[in-house]
């Protein structure tokens, strides 16, 4: 069965730390790019980091740039997040993605969800 899982998510004050993990299951992650997403309540689910496969490039995006990092583990077929120094802001369900596209195909899966909540 093919499956990502994400874990490590809950609440922390602002200025802790959380890191995500998303195992994968079913498939090798090793020619996918893998991606963080997040939706807060009321918003629209935004991209907030992506690994590639091969070089293992990041992006960021701006509001989380300098504190999130994104990192990959083909070995264990699990991509993590770490988030340091957390803002409320960054109160969200993060979902972990893979794709890979081909000239013909597409493959793309989903996580379930894990949610993040910082408050003090």
């Known amino acids: 069965q093919v499956q990502l899982v994400e874990s490590g998510g809950g609440s922390v004050q602002p200025g802790g730390s959380l890191t995500l993990s998303c195992a994968a299951s079913?498939?090798?992650?090793?020619?996918?790019?893998m991606r963080w997403y997040r939706q807060a309540p009321g918003k629209e689910r935004e991209l907030v980091a992506r690994i590639t496969s091969v070089s293992g490039s990041t992006n960021y995006a701006d509001s989380v740039k300098g504190r999130f990092t994104i990192s990959r583990d083909n070995a264990k077929n699990t991509a993590f997040l770490l988030m340091n120094s957390l803002k409320p802001d960054d109160t969200a369900v993060y979902y972990c993605?893979?794709?890979?596209?081909?000239?013909?195909?597409?493959?793309?899966?989903w996580g379930q969800g894990t949610q993040v909540t910082v408050s003090s």
């Open positions: 079913g498939f090798t992650i090793s020619s996918y790019v």
């Open positions: 993605n893979a794709v890979r596209r081909t000239v013909d195909w597409v493959s793309e899966y």
